[in-house]
């Protein structure tokens, strides 16, 4: 059989066997390729649901934020609406409502590979272009862009500190046998120079992730913005690094799963590193404001004035509306886990939300 007609767990295999281990990265790219290529996973019959499509204030509410930022910095001409994995395009048509209010109607531009995802995002943003990646945006208008749980499913490359230094996480068949399933272990090249200084004497187990994909699209992104003009807003779970830790993790009908069994069959995300993130905004000279919890950042929004006035336009849905509102952003639900960062144009308006 070729190749290409094989499950990906035995690509991989044959992968393994034939070139030896493969990295996480390699491992996590594969997967989550033919994971997103082969299903639609959002919603109650898929494996997770996103913030918007827990509720129409978190795509509202960004709309608005777009909105605000663009009418503080003059009202530029033939803005662009991009939308970094758009999802079912949820988040989209919900922001570019609340965008019509201010009078903003941009074009819509999305980034994203999944023919099946792209033909749900049809149904509901059916004038949207798309594009595989960033180097096809059109040039000309500023961008207003929104990556919502989109850096967390990039490929993040693990480093694991031995006692021989560190070296390369890498995977190989689970050493059980058990078809399909996979391990990790610590591979044999040395990575002592990828590690930050004060990071390289951690103790024997842990682990360090970086993501160079992420770094890679947020740098393209931050370049467009600052030859175009704009603002992006980043909205994720994770932290500002650099720091241990494996986050490495799987969800699979909204249980958590292993992420090393049945390649493809899960979704792959580890958690977002901020800074990284920020610092390739930077680089490119913008500005960078947050990260922030996304809780706090809703409410600086006006989440909890707007659950208020959908509950009085709609008393029999006020107990959904208000769960959904905690869910976005309690403490112990959304609200700390998940992050807002804002990178600008330095000719822009400051970013609102922040507290800066």
Not at 328 to 351: I, R
């Amino acid at each position: 059989m070729p190749a290409d007609d094989l499950p990906l767990a035995d690509r991989l295999a044959r992968q393994i066997d034939a070139g030896g281990p493969i990295s996480v990265a390699h491992f996590m790219a594969e997967a989550n390729a033919h994971y997103y290529t082969s299903r639609d996973p959002l919603g109650a019959a898929g494996d997770f649901i996103t913030a918007p499509e827990i509720s129409q204030m978190f795509g509202e509410l960004v709309g608005l934020w777009l909105a605000d930022i663009w009418m503080r910095s003059g009202h530029k001409a033939n803005p662009l609406y991009v939308e970094l994995g758009p999802g079912r395009g949820t988040l989209a048509a919900d922001a570019l409502r609340a965008m019509q209010m201010a009078a903003l109607a941009p074009k819509v531009h999305f980034v994203e590979t999944s023919e099946t995802l792209r033909d749900r995002q049809k149904a509901n943003v059916p004038h949207a272009v798309w594009h595989d990646d960033l180097d096809t945006l059109p040039l000309g208008g500023p961008i207003l862009a929104v990556a919502n749980e989109f850096f967390d499913a990039l490929p993040v490359r693990q480093m694991v500190a031995t006692p021989k230094g560190w070296r390369e996480r890498v995977v190989i068949r689970a050493r059980n046998g058990q078809p399909g399933c996979f391990e990790p272990m610590a591979g044999f090249r040395p990575m002592d120079s990828a590690v930050p200084p004060s990071l390289r004497h951690a103790p024997e187990g842990a682990i360090l992730e970086s993501s160079p994909a992420s770094a890679t699209i947020a740098y393209a992104l931050a370049l467009r913005i600052a030859k175009q003009g704009g603002a992006a807003i980043i909205i994720d779970y994770g932290y500002e690094g650099p720091a241990l830790g494996d986050t490495l993790q799987a969800v699979r009908g909204h249980k958590a799963a292993n992420p090393f069994a049945g390649p493809g069959e899960s979704d792959l995300t580890a958690h977002v590193d901020f800074t990284t993130l920020g610092n390739m905004a930077r680089q490119a000279g913008l500005r960078v404001f947050g990260p922030v919890g996304q809780g706090g950042w809703l409410k600086a929004l006006g989440i909890d004035a707007r659950a208020a006035m959908l509950a009085q336009s709609a008393p029999e849905r006020a107990e959904e509306i208000e769960s959904a509102r905690s869910r976005l952003t309690a403490e112990d639900q959304m609200g700390t886990l998940f992050k807002a960062m804002a990178l600008v144009h330095p000719d822009w308006a400051s970013a609102e939300g922040f507290n800066e």
